[in-house]
């Protein structure tokens, strides 16, 4: 009898039928944006696209305004100017999961996912509460939030962004607090979004990260957007020694 | 409206689960308004006021042949009054430094002014400015009243004496001068003999109409005792202890234990749950389309309205139930409930979108609770001021609810005809819950900016 047993779980995706529609042209494009908070300048004016099917990661320094841009573009945030765009029709939908955790610790995981299912107006919270919580391997239990590790919730955070079953899913750090496993996870259903037409894009500061999972590169470096083009053009351009 | 039912009923799930919390959010200002509703009783009912005695007034004054023992006098005063006998420069140093409210000066020769009851003696009364000095203007009225109408008692027996000297005779002194009065009485008979006994008709006829005028004059006399009483105290008040509710279970204590509770309950409840969400760092989710920053507030001012419906009509069956058991009357604490559940809705209104309002500038929980006891504590004192202290005080709790709180909770719960200050109460709560909520909305775009 062998110690150690792997045992393999069928685990619920995000059906790529759910939540598909026809999105043509860019699913989000920043026009100028720019951030002040007083005189500090966190963005200076930066234009970027999000088309279908990409997987956009935002690198630079600590302090770059990844996380200022990615906000924006969640509109979490109010730009100082500028404006987001989306195509005309059918607007695209949104998951933020931001850096640090964005839900109530003294609710249970499933209270969080009921409450913003139902706030986000999915018909069915309760259901779909559950099937996030099977997805995304989260406690289905009477513990509060705050009782869990920070892995569990920053899946959390993940499972009340995917409750829209959005176009875009922007990603802050997203694997921070995660282990291999948890992070094989995240990235697979980021691949379940890019597949059904939508996009992924992602702060980082992991370089093997952006190598697996990149299709294209932002280098933000002090506010401002230095580079933005696809992960080949980036190994040969000077931007690429951001983190050297 | 969907939004801001789901954001309550979490806000309401999140605080079941901090039972500690709810416990001492209930207890704290009930103890509190206990306190507080002594203090403003004792403080309001008794200034300290320092008495100078320059006369000397001897144990025992008589006035009028009516002897006053002064030691029980003063002590009587002592009810409404804290009076602390001392010298005159150490009292001018106390009301100066503010140690005492006022200051009572017993001038030289006012016993013997008052003995000879021909000119007025006079009490001078030393006030602060500012303060509390019509405050203790009007309590040292109202012990001069009180010693007049004890003077005027006496003098009237001492009127009343000479006019029975004057109906039945005898021996009296007035102004130091001893006599004899034959009396209406004796006149009466004197004159009845001599009507009798004599021959001349013209003496036996004017005795007659002696006789009749002594008559006449002994009638007149005889109820000038009501009279008398009647001109010095055209309109008299009986105080009656017994026909009124208990302090403890009064209207006014009553109005301040609601209004205290909900003053802190929603003002901290509501500062608190709004700057959570930014501690939670939910509000940039909930504002990307979810929830409009509008309800977000409104479901915050509308966790205190339940707060304080729920918290008030507890203490509200409190106080009937204590009321109705002890048998106490004067008030209709059961058929006016609903009218005091509409003051709780506005008064939770008012202090919930205040509490917002600090919630938004602390934006950070723990700083909200902090500020939001620090801000409501000095606001509540402002509105506990007795009326007529300091009026800039009243004017400065105007603009925050809980003088508009007590109003309308004791017009709802006592009032005869309580409908008009039920309805300028409930325009100020709900005009004050509409600029502190807007306020608040203005305050929230810094969460998202």
């Known amino acids: 009898m062998p110690l150690l047993a792997l045992r393999r779980v069928s685990r619920p995706s995000l059906s ?23 005189r500090v300048l966190a963005l200076a004016p930066a234009s970027i696209d999000v088309e279908p099917g990409d997987a956009l990661a935002l690198i630079g320094p600590n302090g770059a305004g990844k996380s200022t841009l990615l906000s924006i573009l969640a509109r979490a945030l109010q730009p100082s100017a500028g404006s987001i765009e989306t195509p005309a029709g059918a607007v695209p939908r949104v998951g933020w999961v931001p850096q640090r955790p964005s839900h109530y610790q003294r609710l249970s995981p499933r209270e969080n996912l009921e409450l913003f299912a139902r706030l986000e107006l999915v018909p069915d919270a309760k259901t779909v509460a559950g099937r996030f919580l099977a997805l995304l391997d989260l406690p289905d239990d009477d513990r509060l939030t705050a009782e869990l590790s920070a892995g569990n919730q920053q899946r959390l955070n993940l499972a ?62 002090g506010g401002e957007l230095v580079f933005d083009g696809s992960l080949a053009e980036f190994h040969t351009a000077p931007e690429a020694d951001v983190f050297a | 409206m969907r939004t801001v039912a789901l954001l309550l009923a979490k806000d309401l799930r999140t605080l079941r689960r901090s039972p500690v919390l709810l416990a001492s959010l209930v207890v704290y200002p009930l103890v509190f308004a206990a306190l507080v509703g002594a203090v403003v009783r004792y403080a309001s009912d008794r200034p300290a006021i320092a008495f100078v005695d320059l006369d000397r007034l001897p144990e025992t004054l008589t006035v009028g042949g009516q002897s006053f023992d002064v030691p029980a006098v003063l002590d009587q005063v002592n009810e409404s009054a804290e009076l602390v006998p001392m010298e005159e420069d150490e009292a001018d140093r106390k009301l100066s430094n503010g140690e005492v409210d006022a200051e009572i000066v017993v001038p030289r020769g006012f016993a013997s002014r008052l003995r000879g009851m021909a000119e007025s003696p006079q009490l001078v009364l030393k006030t602060a400015r500012g303060g509390f000095s019509t405050r203790v ?41 001893d006599f ?34 002594v008559r006449q004059a002994t009638l007149a006399l005889g109820a000038s005792g009501d009279s008398l ?13 017994e026909a009124g509710r208990s302090w403890l279970l009064s209207a006014q204590l009553q109005a301040y234990a609601l209004a205290l509770t909900l003053a802190f309950i929603c003002v901290l409840l509501a500062a608190a749950a709004i700057a959570s969400e930014r501690d939670e760092n939910v509000i940039g989710r909930l504002a ?38 002890f048998d106490v009357t004067g008030g209709e604490p059961w058929p006016r409930l609903p009218l005091l559940v509409l003051g709780l809705v506005a008064a939770g209104a008012a202090f919930g979108a205040f509490g917002v309002l600090v919630g938004v500038i602390a934006r950070e929980a723990r700083t909200a609770v902090l500020v939001a006891f620090l801000v409501a504590l000095p606001l509540v004192l402002l509105g506990l001021l007795p009326a007529g202290t300091v009026e800039a005080a009243r004017w400065i709790s105007k603009a925050f609810p809980f003088a508009h709180a007590v109003d309308f909770f004791q017009a709802s719960l006592y009032d005869n005809d309580p ?21 608040a909305r203005l305050g929230m775009r810094r969460f998202v900016a």
Do not use: H
């Open chain 2, 229 to 241: 009483r009647a001109t010095a105290n055209p309109i008299e008040l009986e105080v009656d202890t």
């Open chain 2, 180 to 213: 004899d009065v034959v009396g209406l009485a004796r006149a009466g008979e004197m004159l009845a003999e001599i009507e009798r006994t004599t021959s001349d008709p013209t003496v036996a006829e004017r005795a007659r109409e002696l006789s009749t005028f």
């Open chain 1, 16 to 38: 790529p039928c759910q939540g598909r529609r026809t999105l043509t042209g860019s699913l989000l494009s920043a026009r100028g944006i720019t951030k002040r908070y007083g």
């Open chain 1, 160 to 221: 009340v962004a995917l409750l829209a079953q959005p176009d875009v899913l922007l990603l802050d750090e997203p694997t921070a607090s995660l282990d291999p496993r948890q992070r094989r996870l995240l990235w697979e259903v980021a691949a379940q979004v890019r597949g059904r037409g939508g996009a992924v894009v992602f702060a980082t500061q992991n370089l093997e990260e952006l190598e697996r999972f990149a299709t294209r590169v932002a280098v933000l470096v």
């Open chain 2, 419 to 439: 409908w008009a200050t039920l309805w300028r109460q409930a325009a100020w709560l709900g005009g004050l819950a509409l600029v502190f909520g807007a306020a």
């Open chain 2, 288 to 325: 990307r389309g979810l929830v409009r920053l509008r309800d977000l507030v409104a479901a915050k001012v509308l966790l205190a309205v339940v707060a304080a419906v729920a918290l008030g009509v507890v203490i509200a069956l409190v106080f009937g139930i204590l009321a109705s058991v």
């Open chain 2, 137 to 177: 203007e009007q309590q040292t009225q109202a012990l001069v009243y009180e010693l007049n109408r004890r003077l005027q008692d006496a003098y009237i027996k001492a009127n009343l004496e000479y006019v029975r000297l004057i109906v039945d005779g005898g021996s009296g002194t007035f102004l130091g001068n």
